[in-house]
């Protein structure tokens, strides 16, 4: 019986996880430039932890957490998200104790038991940042930038940024009950009437067109919100703005996650299907406070690293043709000695720099330059038992064919040199 990766997964494989790697690294540079620091949280962390931060009635926390008793009888949970944990790990090492804000970046696999499709899954990868211990509208700005630069830095054109603002603890509560009481009067399921008494916001999100229809003459929180969440987004938008970072605003826009106060943004593109959001992210002053902590207000986004590949993907920013291969020399040795000797000589190739495979498993001479060719290398060097006796080698010009002796002693430096010209 062979296995296969588990539903809802799949496997980054070469060349294509060049793709990942490539996110990765283009959208943590930004932050990196801008003062935030790596952080690495457990995978698991206590299942209580994301049921009070991202909220009970969430789709993340009710239906979607991996959630399962360790050995020691303790509820652990998959990690769903990074923000929750994140903030966490500030607490309990105080670091909002210090230099303020708290500027850290993350990049990590999250587990979601979704219905899997093209661009869900259910272990996928994110790239986020967050940003605690400020609440200024110029930290909402810098952190929804960090992330346009490294949509920008990929080549990506076809991001779109939708901006909310939700309010705060003291404007929300009146949108809620006037979202309510709409919501009492529309024709709808009992579990979306329960939904709609828990968390009506979220019914806001509901996809199905029978409940779109009716949402037509919802209440908007944007005007309901409070004079300092209203000044305080208007600045947002205007730093936004002059900083050349075109957006859309989206009032009816709501996030999966319970946590989120005033700024929720979220990056979408057009090349996926449903499932638009490359990014999301926005503030949640009330999260330190949910899961125990003093108020700390934060700031932050998440990336999804395989929605990325997908954007860039169908931008056909990648062209027809895979990466090139990893490696710049391939060694082809003919006999015993020969690969002894050639072995050290990779090694010292490696050791200067230079990237380098060789044949393995005694291939003849033809398996071997086929090996060569396939390696995506641009020098062979093929070594016999004649050339060991001679002290020299062929070094073989992949593109061209063209075939010359080196000195053993010289081979390094000439390698070095032509693969730098
Ligand atoms: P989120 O919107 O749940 O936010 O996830 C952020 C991004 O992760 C999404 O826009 C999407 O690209 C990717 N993503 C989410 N679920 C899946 C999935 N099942 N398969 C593939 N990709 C997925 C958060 O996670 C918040 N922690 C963001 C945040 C940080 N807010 C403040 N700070």
Redesign the pocket.
């Known amino acids: 019986m062979t296995f296969q990766a588990p539903k809802g997964t799949f496997d980054w494989l070469p060349p294509r996880s060049e793709r990942a790697l490539a996110v990765r690294e283009a959208m943590s540079a930004p932050a990196r430039l801008a003062g935030y620091g790596y952080i690495e949280t457990p995978t698991f962390e206590d299942t209580a932890l994301f049921a009070r931060g991202v909220g009970e009635s969430t789709d993340?926390v009710s239906k979607e957490m991996y959630t399962f008793e360790d050995k020691g009888g303790r509820s652990i949970t998959l990690r769903p998200?990074?923000?929750a944990p994140v903030v966490r790990a500030v607490l309990q090492h105080g670091l909002h104790n210090g230099r303020l804000p708290v500027k850290l970046w993350y990049s990590g696999n999250?587990f979601?038991y979704?219905r899997a499709q093209k661009?869900?899954?259910?272990h996928?990868s994110?790239v986020?940042v967050?940003a605690l211990g400020a609440e200024d509208p110029a930290l909402d700005a810098e952190v929804i930038l960090l992330a346009v630069d490294g949509y920008a830095a990929l080549g990506l054109t076809g991001v779109r940024l939708l901006l909310n603002t939700l309010g705060c603890k003291e404007c929300r509560p009146a949108y809620r009950a006037a979202l309510q009481g709409f919501l009492r009067g529309l024709d709808l399921d009992d579990a979306t009437r329960q939904r709609a008494e828990l968390n009506p916001l979220r019914v806001l999100d509901d996809k199905r067109p029978e409940v779109q229809a009716q949402l037509a003459g919802a209440p908007l929180v944007t005007d309901h919100l409070c004079g300092a969440c209203k000044a305080y987004h208007e600045e947002v938008r205007a730093l936004l703005t002059a900083a050349g970072v075109s957006h859309t605003d989206d009032p009816r826009l709501v996030?999966?996650?319970d946590y989120y106060t005033r700024t929720t943004f979220?990056?979408v593109h057009g090349g996926l299907g449903s499932?638009s959001?490359?990014?999301?992210?926005?503030r949640?002053d009330g999260l330190s406070e949910m899961i125990g902590g003093p108020a700390l207000p934060g700031?932050?986004?998440?990336?999804?690293v395989?929605?990325?590949v997908l954007a860039m993907e169908a931008e056909g920013l990648f062209g027809e043709e895979e990466p090139p291969g990893p490696v710049q020399v391939y060694g082809v040795p003919l006999g015993e000695d020969a690969r002894r000797r050639l072995f050290l000589l990779l090694t010292e190739l490696r050791r200067a720099g230079v990237a380098a495979d060789m044949a393995f498993g005694g291939r003849g001479l033809k398996g071997a330059l086929k090996g060569a060719d396939r390696s995506g290398a641009s020098y062979a060097v093929i070594l016999g038992e004649r050339d060991l006796a001679e002290g020299s080698a062929q070094v073989k010009d992949l593109a061209s064919g063209e075939q010359i002796a080196v000195p053993l002693a010289e081979i390094v430096t000439t390698l070095k040199e032509r693969l730098t010209t």
Do not use: C, H, P, S
């Not at 661009?119 to 259910?122: A, I, S, T």
């Not at 959001?277 to 926005?282: K, W």
């Not at 700031?299 to 999804?304: C, D, E, K, R, T």
């Open positions: 993340i998200e990074g923000t999250n979601r979704e661009g869900r899954y259910r996928f994110q986020g967050e996030r999966g996650l979220e990056f499932q959001a490359v990014g999301g992210g926005g949640y700031v932050g986004w998440a990336i999804g395989d929605r990325t």
